[in-house]
């Protein structure tokens, strides 16, 4: 991505993503209910404010009764204005996706065939330190062998961050909003002292400094592998 460095997000996501007029395909893995709106959220938020024919695959493994009503809520506020939004709540145990290897990857092979051709995968860091974002990491790159896949961060207290290499700025309207339907999706996590106001933001203006970002805020993600068409 340093080539793109200089133009605005709207090119760059032409660049990697393609057309904007053309149809964009984007399926978002998380292990917990919510996991992706922590790690891309405000980058979903901006794609689908610049482009309208979007149609957005959401998948979630680990869940409750109370959970997968929170992330029912937040998959359906973080895809407004999608074209379509394809959501799957699995009800695998919290903390045990590595002991359910066979059912997970049972799990992964149907979406391979129900989501064959996303043009762009949000999934968990390879290296992070949680088990069940490790299992869905690994096997995320065991199925989709042949697409743009981006690992997204999510802050612990394992102290798991690292040095990612792909950066996505978005305006500071956008991490507010983010912020904001973070809190209003998940009542039940807002007690924990890792899911605060003051700590999504930080992390998105460390990456936004690292990224020169215009408006001082970013997502990272890492990218392993990168196919450029030139």
Known sequence: MAGLAGKGVAAVLN???????KPLNILCLGAHCDDIEIG????????LGERRNVSVNWV?????????QEA????TMFSEGARSLDLKIHDFRDGFLP????RLKETFEKLKHEIPQ??????????????DHRAVSDLTWNTFRNHLILEYEIPKWDGDMGQPNVFFPMSRATGEKKIRLLHEAYASQVEKAWFSQDLFWSLMRIRG?????SESIAE???SRKLVLSV
Do not use: W
């Open 15 to 21: 660049s990697v993503l393609g057309d904007a007029k």
């Open 40 to 47: 891309c959220g405000g980058s979903l938020l901006h794609i």
């Open 60 to 68: 979630v493994f680990a869940s409750n009764p109370v959970r997968r």
């Open 72 to 75: 029912e809520a937040g998959a």
């Open 99 to 102: 002991t359910e290897p066979v």
């Open 118 to 131: 996303p043009d762009v995968i949000f999934t968990h860091y390879r290296h992070d330190l949680h088990q």
């Open 209 to 213: 400094m690292e990224a020169n970002a």
């Open 220 to 222: 990272a993600f890492y």
